[in-house]
């Protein structure tokens, strides 16, 4: 068996995913089961409970006594880079870490993609909510901006992602990006902060004070699972960040054509962490 005790604990949406990813694939390479923690859904992260059962995952629950005489393995490495160490994890293992990139479960990514749908309800939500633009805009071509401050104004290393000059200068050259595309509008994000009651209000004012135009919409949900089904709809998306929920709804999208517009930062290991059909931007 392969699980991951802290699932839940040990980070938010994005960072739950790549994890429940990891432990699927390592079980799958081993040929033994992966199962996860019970009542997942009450656990919590910085206030954010656990989203992973919006999805269609399929794994069963372990018992606590099923722990004994586990093993503990760390990921070993800074987050978003990729440590190939991990196919040398035994079975009876209890993983910790991030685990943020895609070569974790390349062997298994179809498997992935489809337990990573959202149950029905939320997938109605979202399909009718980027319909009803579209029926609004002419048919538009919909582009998601997605920001993410938060937290992030006080960890000093991420502290660029939150400046409105760096932040400016960004959004205008990954805009250029989709200069060919005539009738579009951008749909703003303000997803990942600290908890479900957080200051998303406060972070969309900070958006609008320079990203601005006709074609520009804000979307105030306010709710971390019904922002990332919508960003997963639109026809291709823009983010500020290393944002494991903007990698997620990027990876997920289902537009043959899609775009996802990256920062070319060197925060994570950019060749580990952002899939190579990423565009990636620097200014």
């Not at 989203?51 to 393995?73: G, K």
């Not at 071509?141 to 992602?161: E, S, Y």
């Not at 009738?183 to 303000?190: A, D, E, G, Q, Y």
Request: aromatic share 14%; hydrophobic share 35%; proline share 3%.
């Amino acid at each position: 068996m392969i699980t991951f005790s802290n699932l839940g604990r040990h980070g938010r949406l994005g960072n739950a995913m790549f994890q429940y990813a990891a432990i699927k694939s390592l079980a799958h390479k081993l040929g033994c089961v992966a199962k996860i923690p019970p009542n997942l859904c009450e656990r919590t992260h910085h206030g954010q409970k656990c989203l992973l059962t919006n999805f269609n995952i399929q794994c069963d629950v372990y018992e606590e006594h099923e722990l004994e005489n586990f093993t503990t393995r760390h990921e070993n490495c800074d987050g978003g880079q990729y440590n190939p160490e991990f196919w040398n994890f035994k079975e009876n293992t209890n993983l910790i870490g991030h685990f943020e990139s895609g070569f974790y479960f390349e062997p298994i990514k179809e498997q992935i993609i489809k337990e990573f749908q959202l149950n029905p309800a939320l997938d109605d939500y979202a399909e009718n909510y980027i319909s009803n633009i579209k029926n609004n805009y002419n048919n538009c071509t919909i582009i998601a901006l997605h920001f993410r401050r938060g937290d992030f104004k006080d960890i000093l290393l991420l502290q660029v992602f939150c400046q409105e000059e760096w932040n400016s200068l960004y959004t205008t050259k990954a805009i250029k990006e989709f200069d060919d595309i005539p009738n579009k509008v951008f749909l703003i994000f303000t997803g990942g902060s600290t908890s479900e009651n957080n200051n998303n209000n406060d972070d969309m004012e900070w958006c609008k004070s320079f990203v601005k135009g006709d074609n520009i919409l804000y979307c105030t949900e306010n709710d971390t699972i019904r922002d990332f089904s919508i960003m997963t709809k639109c026809d291709h998306l823009i983010t500020n960040t290393m944002s494991s929920m903007a990698w997620w709804s990027g990876y997920l999208n289902k537009n043959r054509n899609k775009k996802i517009v990256v920062p070319d930062l060197d925060y994570k290991s950019k060749e580990t962490y952002w899939p190579k059909d990423f565009t990636r931007v620097s200014i």
